[in-house]
Nanobody, 126 residues
Framework: QVQLVESGGGMVQAGGSLRLSCEFS????????MGWFRQVPPGKEREFVAYISWSSGSISYADSVKGRFTLSRDNAKNTVYLQMNSLKPEDTAVYFCAADFRNSNNYRGVNGYDYWGQGTQVTVSS
């Protein structure tokens, strides 16, 4: 069973940076595509943030974070990283990582993933 554990969230001032990590276990990480979503407030639909394919050959970002966020993966460490720079108050959310075997057919939608982490809170103050 795949398990995902996010870390790195916290509180930062506008313009600051955070790096989120998502540690993967239970299966062969290099065979899974990974995505990041965020949710505000609790119960509302999760919003797509970024995606990286299992081969790292495809990386995609939401328009709202393009140029500020960078997604990468380290297959040796079974971890995917979301570097968030130039943070804005509207980036405040709970951030979730998600995994899908090989390529996700719907990587911008929550239905495109089989496994989810429990989330990490990011708060950006103005």
């Amino acid at each position: 069973q795949v398990q995902l554990v996010e870390s790195g969230g916290g509180m930062v001032q506008a313009g600051g940076s955070l790096r989120l990590s998502c540690e993967f276990s239970g299966r062969t990480f290099s065979s899974y595509s990974m995505g990041w979503f965020r949710q505000v407030p609790p119960g509302k639909e999760r919003e797509f943030v970024a995606y990286i394919s299992w081969s790292s050959g495809s990386i995609s970002y939401a328009d709202s974070v393009k140029g500020r966020f960078t997604l990468s993966r380290d297959n040796a460490k079974n971890t995917v990283y979301l570097q968030m720079n130039s943070l804005k108050p509207e980036d405040t959310a709970v951030y979730f990582c998600a995994a899908d075997f090989r390529n996700s057919n719907n990587y911008r939608g929550v239905n495109g993933y089989d496994y989810w982490g429990q989330g990490t809170q990011v708060t950006v103050s103005s």
